[in-house]
């Protein structure tokens, strides 16, 4: 059974990092994609970033381009989302989800695992 299991919100001010985590497990990830999308009230969940698995291949949505990195550790079967240069607007609750395809799929319905997912609050 996959479960993906993400750590690493918190509360945090405009400009400063922080670093999510999901651990993976129940399956070998090689021909999976990993994905971390986010959800703020009122609003639908929203692409963020994601990487292949196979070779570490990562794309990411505009609005953070230049601020978020994704990434994946195959020893640790966790992928991670180093968050720089935060802003009001990504508060959101966080999800990792994965996917068994080698594309990147930015829809969030093409995704069939999700974990359960880790608040980011950023304050002014």
Do not use: H
């Amino acid at each position: 059974q996959v479960q993906l299991v993400e750590s690493g919100g918190g509360l945090v001010q405009a400009g400063g990092s922080l670093r999510l985590s999901c651990a993976a497990s129940g399956r070998t990830f090689s021909s999976y994609s990993m994905g971390w999308f986010r959800q703020a009230p009122g609003k639908e969940r929203e692409f963020v970033a994601a990487v292949r698995w196979s070779d570490g291949g990562t794309y990411s949505a505009d609005s953070v381009k230049g601020r978020f990195t994704i990434s994946r550790d195959n020893a640790e079967d966790t992928v991670y989302l180093q968050m720089n240069s935060l802003k009001r607007e990504d508060t959101a609750v966080y999800y990792c989800a994965a996917a068994r395809t080698t594309v990147w799929f930015t829809r969030a319905a093409m995704y069939t695992y999700w974990g359960q997912g880790t608040q980011v609050t950023v304050s002014s």
